[in-house]
């Protein structure tokens, strides 16, 4: 091959490399964009002593390498710091998924979290079914993360968690001094009143809660707002009172050290000592007419005989032992009301006396209270005018967190999981991935766990423009996992990757390309020279 033709395939080269750098000083201000760089080959056939046939571009690799993240304070802007590539989902359907780096992202007109150009990111979404407020599960397969499904339909409160730590040195809420009749638990602050005094007698029916709120004063007291099926509010206040403390000798518990379990025996036959407490709970309305909340709720409908319970609250025994750990919870027996009949559990009439195993039930840490309201401002009690199926609220209440250690009443937190329906107003992304929405009703809800992904040879993979990629078969098969997992780097919230263009280097890279070019074109040049002289001999 003559000479020039070999300069010739280096000015092509020089071209196409002076294109690659033109390319990345372009895109120095793109985000997520990342920098190629021309690799030339020489082009060499037959024996050593050949001189060359000239260069080309053998490939045009492009930098991985993370560009500077820097903080935008928008919420949608997400940057992956370290490995790995948002999913997408590709819209056009030529593509499973699509891959970026790009994190700038927005919230369609249908509440997807998408890119700009409209492809949904993919991450796996909450399981609601086995996901608690304090612990939220996630999917195992992608999803299209949806921020606006959650707050179009409301939802009814039907757990709440209790982490309160009672005053291990409370004094004794009761007056033994007093005989009270059966049914009723006397106390330090009402005499003999009873704690509750309706068809169920420690509960109370709060005709007058300015007067006589509880009967008698709650050692301690908290209140948090529950939701129904159509979103209405309400109130559920429960009330402390230190009943006792039950010694060894006349315990109805006994401790085997080696299950570590309680067995229930008859008063006078155990070995443990607890201490017992009552925990009093009553559903309220705010009545805008006289600016006060109004006992609102009570014990629902007895299916047996389908009558409402007049109930107007419910009531547990909290047992704990000497180390102020939760031991059980019990309630009065209410299989009387069955048949249509009043319960009248045996409350404490002389101290150091456990309650009456007849009239009080084992239910456990997680007790279940169920409330028909009787003043549904919303009509929540029965929306769809169905009187034999009451909407009320069902809620289970999770005592497991309380503990009683001398000192103070601790409210470490009491949490429901209804609310009513808002408007997003924003979000906040974990370094995890993990997404939380937050809205206008005040729930904030851990909607989805972001994936993300890798290949063995990012080299490979197929460019679509715009900062996205697809699998192709040299990439390898595509690896999805989760932020901070498996080697994938963590997510930066409110921030942008920018370009990993060095402008610097890129220049001087020009000058070389530019270099190149020259020389080549003066070999062409010399070549056409010594061609003419030849022509003129």
Do not use: C
């Amino acid at each position: 091959m003559p000479f020039d033709l070999t300069a010739v395939s280096g000015i092509n080269a020089a071209s196409e490399g002076l294109g690659v750098v033109s390319n990345n000083l372009a895109n120095a201000q793109t985000t997520a964009f990342k920098a190629s760089r021309a690799e030339f080959a020489d082009v060499f056939y037959g024996a050593q002593n050949s001189p060359g046939n000239g260069a080309r571009v053998g490939s045009i690799t492009q930098d991985f390498s993370n560009g500077t993240i820097s903080s935008t304070g928008r919420d949608l802007d997400m940057a992956i710091d370290g490995e790995g590539f948002f999913i997408l989902e590709d819209r056009t359907g030529k593509y499973g998924n699509v891959y970026t780096r790009n994190g700038s992202f927005k919230v369609d007109k249908d509440g997807f979290v998408a890119s700009q150009d409209g492809n949904a990111l993919q991450g796996y979404l909450l399981d609601t079914a086995l996901s608690t407020e304090a612990i939220p599960v996630f999917n195992t397969t992608l999803s299209s993360i949806n921020l606006d499904e959650l707050n179009k339909v409301p939802k009814a409160t039907d757990s709440m968690t209790f982490n309160v730590n009672l005053d291990g040195q409370e004094p004794n809420n009761i007056d033994p001094a007093q005989t009270p009749a059966a049914g009723t638990i006397s106390n330090s602050a009402a005499g003999n009143t009873a704690l509750g005094g309706s068809t169920l007698p420690n509960i109370q029916k709060l005709t007058n809660p300015e007067a006589d709120p509880f009967g008698g004063s709650p050692d301690f007291s908290t209140s948090k707002l529950v939701y129904d099926t159509l979103g209405g509010e309400h109130r559920l206040t429960t009330n402390f009172f230190k009943r006792d403390v039950v010694t060894a000798a006349n315990s109805d518990l006994t401790y085997d050290p080696i299950t570590q379990t309680y067995a229930q025996g008859a008063a006078g036959t155990g070995n443990a000592k607890y201490t017992s407490w009552i925990a009093q709970t009553t559903v309220e309305d705010y009545d805008l007419a006289t600016n006060q909340w109004i006992t609102s709720g009570h014990r629902e409908a007895v299916p047996a005989d389908g009558t409402a319970s007049a109930d107007a609250g419910m009531i547990f025994e909290l047992r704990f032992d000497t180390n102020g750990s939760l031991i059980d919870v019990r309630e009065p027996v209410t299989a009387a009301l069955a048949a249509g009949a009043n319960s009248t559990p045996v409350g404490q009439d002389t101290a150091n006396t456990p309650l009456a195993n007849a009239s009080w039930s084992q239910v456990g840490a997680q007790p279940q209270m169920a409330w028909v309201i009787d003043t549904p401002i919303t009509g929540a009690q029965d929306p769809l005018g169905n009187p034999a199926d009451p909407k009320g609220i069902k809620i289970t209440a999770d005592f497991t967190a309380l503990t009683q250690y001398a000192g103070t009443y601790n409210l470490r937190g009491v949490t429901q999981n209804g609310y009513q329906i808002g408007d997003l107003v924003g979000v906040t992304t974990g370094q995890d991935g993990i997404v939380e929405a937050r809205y206008s009703n005040g729930l904030a809800v851990k909607v989805a766990q972001l994936g993300v992904a890798n290949f063995s040879d990012k080299n490979a993979m197929e460019k679509l423009g715009g900062q996205t990629y697809a699998e192709s078969f040299s990439s390898g098969a595509v690896q999805i996992g989760t932020p901070q997992e498996n080697g994938f780097g963590s997510i930066n919230s409110g921030a942008l990757e920018y370009s990993n263009v060095n402008t610097a280097s890129e220049l001087v890279n020009m000058i070389q390309m530019q270099r190149t070019y020259q020389a080549s074109a003066q070999v062409v040049q010399t070549a056409k020279t010594l061609t003419q002289a030849i022509l003129q001999i």
